[in-house]
């Protein structure tokens, strides 16, 4: 069992639609949350950035961590085509130096 | 804003071919990372260098070495490249002391 899973997709919603997409992990040692963005054929863009549960918000962007069911999700409001791309999630422990542990990636296609 | 450049967008070698993939960042950032990127694997790392001439395998470090002379310029090495290094190669920096990690636009290498 991977570390970190995330659902692959292909999410499909038509604009405008509240995006939700998540992650789960095993690991309660986890205490850093990052959401990428990934557009098609480019590097991931740093989205989003948690410390600990609780929610933050970011615009249309909202990331919110459930420790206790260890569960991460971002949610997306008014989601545009321009939101069409490849989320992933990505999270560390406090004492891990410099490892990250990534998710596979969800596909989000949003259709005009 | 954090700027991590690779020097190649897109790369055919052949079997056997000693390549080179460099990653530049213009933050004075102290750590760098190279992560490979296959469909249904998501990110793993190949190597990450906490500071000039220091260098620490990741996940999966065979038949990569790599190189860092200057603390902006972190280079991957594939010492004799196989078709199985076919992959999207992927740059990354960050601050030393924090979590988050920034990305570059990735090089699509091609082994054939």
């Known amino acids: 069992q991977k570390e970190v899973e995330q659902d692959p997709g292909p999410l499909s919603v038509p604009e405008g639609a509240i995006v939700s997409l998540n992650c789960t992990y095993s690991?309660?040692?986890?205490?850093?949350f990052m959401w990428y963005r990934q557009y098609s054929r480019k590097g991931p863009e740093l989205l989003m950035y948690?410390?600990?549960?609780g929610n933050k918000e970011d615009g249309r962007f909202t990331a919110q961590v459930d420790k206790s069911s260890k569960y991460i999700s971002l949610f997306i409001r008014d989601s545009q085509p321009s939101d069409s791309a490849t989320y992933l999630c990505?999270?560390?422990?406090?004492?891990?130096?410099?490892?990250?542990?990534f998710g596979g990636g969800t596909r989000l296609m949003v259709k005009p | 804003d954090v700027k991590v450049t690779q020097s190649s967008r897109y790369l055919v070698k052949r079997t056997g071919e000693k390549v080179f993939l460099e990653c530049v960042q213009d933050m004075d950032h102290e750590n760098m990372f190279w992560y490979r990127q296959d469909p249904g694997l998501g990110l793993r790392l190949i190597y990450f260098s906490y500071d000039v001439k220091m260098k620490e395998k990741g996940d999966i470090p065979e038949g990569y070495s790599v190189s860092r002379e200057k603390k902006e310029r972190f280079s991957l090495i594939l010492e004799s490249a196989s078709t199985n290094q076919t992959s999207m190669y992927l740059c990354?920096?960050?601050?030393?002391?924090?979590?988050?990690?920034?990305f570059g636009p990735g090089t699509r290498l091609t082994v054939t």
């Open positions: 690991n309660s040692a986890f205490q850093y």
């Open positions: 990354a920096s960050r601050v030393g002391g924090n979590y988050e990690q920034y």
């Open positions: 990505a999270m560390s422990a406090k004492n891990a130096g410099n490892m990250l542990t």
């Open positions: 948690t410390y600990s549960s």
